[in-house]
């Protein structure tokens, strides 16, 4: 068994993003070598997520109003999280609707994909650098 | 390492609906002659979901109504991505809180489930050909 | 490829909580000797869920609040679940939101975690005997 693990770092300058990170989880596929497995790509900050989903710019936009509506940033007091002097218990909570992570299968080389798969890092709580793990295992 | 790919294939003739496909990711298992390992079956599209949970009709229905409430399918003009000329947006929501993937455990050959554990996928946008992905990696 | 198995068994006295379970998969992690892979976490339940985020007792709250808003217990009558003798119809949304398992990546014989990552079982119908199961897959 093949392991292979890689950080990405972000800084997104807005508070809330959606960025297209497939092309990295690629790379990092080619230079492992592993041409049958599983990977594993997870957010290591909690409020930010991994998932798939279709790269289309309204369809992000919908998802920006639909967790807003889900867990409104504001106001910033409902929340006993930020009592703590933190403002992002909003951010806590669209990660768990989007979720941390996404497990992909490796065949022949490729990420096995559907015909729109694309895995997107979701930034909840920006502004500031941040990372996600991929971890690939197999042969 | 061991590894095994199948694709199943779903034509659901309405919107929406749950399908318990437990028996055919053991058909996968069996087929595939490993012992113990993961197996990862997702969705390979985007406004699909697989997940594990209750195989009893009044929760499917429960479901249902509850997702319809959290992202209602009309009036479709609300969501911008549907000015694509699609009508699904909803349909990337719901499949967002029920999940794109399930991972589970492999253990002496078998699904390695708790009492009530089910494989559901959960299609909401049917009406044409699509396919969930099993692959198991192990021993 | 080594495998690694264990149930852990909760008794939650009240209907919901969340019981930080990190350093339990980390003894499971030490048993096994596995130094790469990759552990699977889930709960073997369909009214729990195992996830990842913060040890922050005020996000706990948040959560709670914000669940019961999203999928209400009472009335119980509200859901078609319930007619079946059932009281836990919204058990069943509740763990779909914060998802069934996690997959954590494991280098150098530990968990590979960002700064403030910490494994949780979520219960949403406690009062009663119930298993999370970890499968560590490596070598």
Redesign the interface.
């Known amino acids: 068994?093949k392991?292979y693990?890689k950080e990405l770092w972000f800084n997104v300058p807005t508070r809330r993003a959606f960025l297209n990170i497939t092309p990295k989880v690629e790379a990092c596929l080619y230079e492992s070598g592993i041409q049958?497995?599983?990977v594993?790509v997870?957010?290591?900050?909690?409020t930010a997520s991994v998932?798939?989903?279709?790269d289309?710019r309204?369809?992000h936009?919908?998802?920006d109003d639909?967790l807003e509506e889900?867990?409104p940033h504001e106001p910033v007091g409902r929340?006993?999280?930020?009592?703590?002097g933190e403002d992002n218990?909003d951010a806590?909570?669209k990660?768990?609707?989007?979720?941390?992570?996404?497990?992909?299968?490796i065949?022949d080389g490729s990420l096995?994909?559907?015909?729109?798969?694309q895995i997107f890092y979701g930034e909840f709580d920006g502004r500031r650098r941040k990372?996600v793990?991929v971890?690939i295992?197999?042969?």
Do not use: C
């Open positions: 068994m392991s693990r049958e497995g599983l594993l997870n957010a290591m900050h909690i998932f798939i989903n279709d289309e309204g369809l936009q919908d998802y639909w889900l867990a929340y006993r999280h930020n009592r703590t218990a806590h909570m990660r768990q609707v989007m979720g941390r992570e996404v497990v992909v299968a065949t096995d994909f559907g015909p729109w798969e990372r793990l971890k295992i197999g042969e």
